[in-house]
């Protein structure tokens, strides 16, 4: 499997697309493909925000930012999982023409496979081979994410958070949650009434905390905006205060994944449904062994 | 499984397209859409791109002669053999046989039940585990007859 991983650093697209399945479903991990752990170089970038606001069609845009730059440029978009049937439609694609055609981009489509925190345990894992495959920038797209999903900061080196004009009066800026952790916030659908309002908000809600990221206006329908957001993110420094709660969201992945990978698992849940033991004593017990 | 469902050629019509991928993504599956008017090429690469196991591609605007082998053969020639690819939409009876002889294991058309799509994809799965050939590339006769 060693093999698969050299013939994806030499450029190889099915060998990387098959590689990162093997990471995906478990069958390689990072010890067996001998990948560091990231230093937090700045080259994977986690995307998020609200369900609507233009985070694929944003992705696209830089997309072709960056590679008329002649960068290469991956794309992990996530899509959420049905708890009840564990199928899934991803349709990120649809809305990044680039992927289809461009050979500085890859694109991957993720289920979420209910994983906590709405992110794929081993995401991460996939984000740092495309990075050791050479990729100059990973794109981490969220799925669509409301005020409190911060889990992306365990796998991101840097977080820009995509807002919409008409999603609510001022209050919404002033709130706890991951306004406090992005790197850089970017107001889409510049075009549409209410979005310079929505960032003026963000500014003057931000601007107290004395640890302001910027906050930019683009229009991914328009083109407008996305030179200054593709270099914004070239340089962005990681916003000072996140750190700790960067390393308790690695930490709560880790403590998932660990949970999920469980072999007993479903027997656990079977014992949970018919009252054998209840959820707080088992992790007790499980803490104490 | 990971599906792509795809729509080829010069053809706006994907509401077929959607209620397949809908339905496949009820049955459990991991569904894909590419979205409108992607050309053979595009499409074959999303497929090896996004290492999926089926490629649905739906046609109604009658180019399927001509998309449907052009895909078929685009795989293979990626060596993407074990890809197993089926079609719908507005296919005629008279043009199948051509169709399956490109590679395709199943043409649905217009009154397909979601639960026969799920069926074929489980018979699909069982396929594959048992090393019976089913991909584009493998050979065999072997196509879905609805049993």
């Not at chain 1, 978009?77 to 500085?104: K, Y």
């Not at chain 1, 700790?244 to 079977?270: C, K, N, Y």
């Not at chain 2, 197993?84 to 395709?104: A, C, K, N, T």
């Not at chain 2, 585990?129 to 590339?137: D, I, K, Q």
Request: charged fraction near 25%.
């Amino acid at each position: 499997m060693g093999d698969l991983l050299q013939a994806a650093c030499a450029g190889d697209r099915r060998a990387l697309s098959k590689l990162l399945s093997a990471v995906e479903n478990g069958v390689e991990s990072r010890a067996s493909l001998g990948i560091p752990h990231n230093s937090g170089g700045g080259k994977i970038i986690g995307i998020t925000g609200a369900p609507g606001v233009g985070k694929s069609c944003l992705v696209d845009c830089l997309l072709r930012t960056f590679s008329a730059a002649d960068m290469r440029i991956a794309v992990l978009a996530v899509d959420p999982s049905s708890p009840l049937t564990g199928g899934a439609l991803l349709g990120d694609r649809v809305r990044m023409q680039t992927a289809d055609d461009d050979p500085n981009v890859f694109v991957r489509s993720l289920a979420t496979r209910n994983q906590p925190g709405g992110l794929p345990v081993r995401l991460g894992l996939m984000a740092e081979v495309l990075v050791a495959c050479g990729f100059d920038l990973v794109l981490v797209e969220t799925v669509g994410s409301g005020q409190s999903e911060v889990r992306i900061v365990s796998v991101a080196d840097r977080v820009l958070l995509v807002e919409g004009p008409a999603r609510g009066d001022s209050i919404q800026a002033e709130k706890a949650g991951v306004l406090e952790l992005a790197d850089a916030i970017v107001v889409n659908k510049s075009d549409l009434e209410g979005a310079e309002r929505v960032a003026s908000d963000l500014r003057s809600a931000l601007e107290i905390t004395g640890n302001s990221p910027p906050v930019l206006l683009a229009s991914a329908r328009n083109d407008v905006g996305i030179e200054d957001l593709a270099d914004l993110l070239l340089s962005l420094p990681s916003r000072s205060g996140a750190s700790m709660a960067r390393w308790r969201e690695r930490l709560l992945t880790a403590w998932d994944a660990a949970l999920l990978e469980r072999g007993d698992l479903d027997e656990v849940l079977a014992g949970l449904e018919a009252g054998d033991f209840d959820a707080d004593q088992w992790v007790t017990d499980r803490m104490e062994e | 499984m990971r599906i792509v469902i795809a729509k080829p050629g010069l053809d706006g019509h994907d509401r077929g397209a959607k209620v397949v991928a809908r339905a496949l993504r009820d049955a459990g599956h991991e569904v894909i859409y590419t979205g409108l008017r992607r050309t053979p090429e595009q499409i074959v690469r999303t497929v090896l791109d996004e290492d999926a196991d089926l490629l649905g591609i739906s046609s109604l605007s009658g180019a399927h002669a001509f998309l449907f082998p052009r895909i078929c053969e685009l795989l293979r020639e990626a060596g993407a053999d074990e890809v197993v690819v089926f079609g719908g939409g507005i296919i005629p009876v008279d043009d199948r046989e051509q169709l399956y002889g490109s590679g395709m294991r199943a043409i649905f058309g217009p009154g397909t039940t979601m639960a026969e799509m799920g069926d074929f994809c489980t018979a699909v799965e069982a396929r594959r585990t048992a090393g019976e050939p089913s991909g584009v590339g493998e050979g065999g006769d072997w196509k879905w007859s609805g049993e």
